[in-house]
């Protein structure tokens, strides 16, 4: 099937309230412009210079998401123009991003990446420092950033059930500080949860973000 296809197939898959991220790294600027073209606007990259390039070459009216692990010493060539960071796990990273967007005069959105799979091979907070870091932003230590809500990736595994679990838990302590610590703030309302392989699970288990990139383009 065409890009195009692909997309408007997915789109149909998700209600109103849930975004559709295209995934397009390790993809040529001519592949997201075919994506581009029938409308998709989102666009998330997992590579500092790689996002930069091809915000560089593309249209400026694409909101650019960056999904990936970011070093601190990396932050700052993407704070100009980068939409929404979904991949904060660590307090040093938060402290960066709050510098580099102070200099540039900006509240950067992020998300804080949990770590909700068995692997240890994939970054995210632990629930209780997540829980920390969101008592430090309620104190504001964090002026130049919105923390807007949370993401996760589930265990690489055929297990639906397990994988349901893991975004189920996701979606628990996403409540669990909303109603705790944020009083229920509209502005954290964000859950990015969701892949080619597991959308469809994110989606029911309460998913705000879908990142979907092989479905879209094709294999890597
Ligand atoms: C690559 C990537 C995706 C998309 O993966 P697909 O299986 O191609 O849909 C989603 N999230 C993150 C963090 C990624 O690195």
Do not use: C
Request: glycine share 6%.
């Amino acid at each position: 099937m065409s890009i195009a296809a692909n997309i408007e197939k997915i789109k149909q898959e998700l209600s109103q309230n849930v975004k559709l991220i295209a995934v397009s790294k390790t993809k040529p600027v001519e592949t997201l412009m075919e994506a581009y073209n029938i409308g998709q606007k989102i666009f998330g990259e997992n590579k500092v210079q790689e996002l930069v390039d091809k915000y560089q070459q593309m249209p400026k009216d694409i909101e650019w998401h960056m999904i990936g692990h970011l070093q601190s010493n990396k932050v700052k060539y993407i704070i100009p123009f980068v939409h929404l960071i979904h991949s904060v796990d660590s307090e040093n990273l938060l402290l960066e991003i709050n510098k580099q967007a102070a200099k540039v005069n900006k509240v950067q959105k992020v998300l804080l990446q949990i770590g909700i799979a068995s692997e240890d091979t994939k970054f995210g907070l632990e629930k209780e420092i997540a829980n920390s870091l969101i008592i430090k932003y309620l104190n504001k230590e964090f002026e130049n950033i919105e923390i807007i809500g949370l993401m996760g990736m589930a265990t690489f595994t055929n297990d639906l059930k397990q994988i349901e679990n893991e975004f189920e838990n996701l979606k628990n302590i996403f409540d669990e500080i909303k109603t705790n610590y944020l009083n229920n703030q509209s502005s954290f309302n964000q859950i990015s949860m969701g892949m080619s392989s597991d959308y469809k699970i994110a989606i029911a288990k309460g998913s705000t973000m879908v990142r979907v990139g092989s479905s879209i383009f094709g294999g890597r």
